[in-house]
């Protein structure tokens, strides 16, 4: 079975600070894709990034990057330059196969505090 | 593009009664939905799996009796919480997959908080 663990509860981090947010996973499954997602306090749930498990370059999106350790299985997100917008939950996610009819299964998430 | 509307974003209602929430991919067909809940301070816990025309898949502990899932268009997927109780109080998201994309992310709607008094 599929599994996601995000083990910090909480972060702060100063303003302009790079921050990374960990994420390991678990599947016996080849075929996989990792997300990201932020969750600010109004409930929706923002699309930050997209890892595919054959990919080969680490993903990334503006401010945000995936550091992808296959062999450890984590894939890490990195802010950087942090803003005070960034305060949020944010959830690793993980779906088995690639395809975009199959089921993403979330992390218990992280909120993520910044400090002016 | 890819935008999931949900509605009503909040409902009251009283013990007993059935609450029908809907999901609507807006410019963009969704052969596959999904529905989740989320409890305050906690993650997205998958409820079930909607395909067009089909029954839907549920998650292990969820009654299908009591959320009643229908996708009876690619554009459209509602949720019925029959005989709601204070405990079935939630945030409720859909999500919504476009036919035919491969390492696509899903799309979720803004939500909807249930409270059941």
């Known amino acids: 079975a599929q599994k996601i663990t995000q083990t910090q509860p909480g972060m702060f981090v100063q303003e302009k600070e790079a921050v990374t947010l960990d994420c390991t996973y678990d599947t016996s499954d080849p075929s996989y894709g990792l997300f990201w997602y932020k969750q600010p306090s109004s409930g929706e749930m923002i699309f930050l990034i997209y890892?595919?498990?054959?990919?080969?370059q680490n993903a990334t999106e503006g401010r945000y990057s995936l550091n992808f350790q296959k062999a450890r299985k984590s894939a890490n997100l990195v802010i950087s330059a942090s803003q005070l917008g960034d305060s949020a939950m944010y959830f690793c996610a993980m779906r088995e196969g690639l395809s975009s009819a199959s089921k993403i299964i979330f992390g218990s998430g992280t909120r993520l505090s910044i400090r002016p | 593009g890819a935008v999931v509307s949900q509605h009503p974003s909040w409902v009251i209602c009283k013990s007993g009664t059935s609450v029908k929430i809907e999901c609507r991919s807006l410019?963009?067909?969704?052969?596959?939905m999904f529905w989740y809940r989320q409890f305050p301070k906690q993650s997205l816990m998958l409820m079930a799996t909607?395909?067009?025309?089909?029954?839907?898949?549920?998650e292990q502990g969820v009654e299908k009796d009591k959320f009643l899932i229908n996708h009876a268009s690619l554009t459209l997927s509602t949720l019925t919480v029959t005989s709601a109780h204070p405990e079935d109080s939630s945030f409720y998201i859909c999500s919504a997959s476009r036919s035919g994309m491969v390492s696509d992310t899903q799309y979720f709607g803004p939500g909807t908080r249930l409270t059941v008094l």
């Open positions: 410019d963009f067909q969704a052969t596959t």
């Open positions: 909607s395909n067009e025309g089909s029954k839907a898949t549920y």
């Open positions: 890892q595919g498990s054959y990919d080969q």
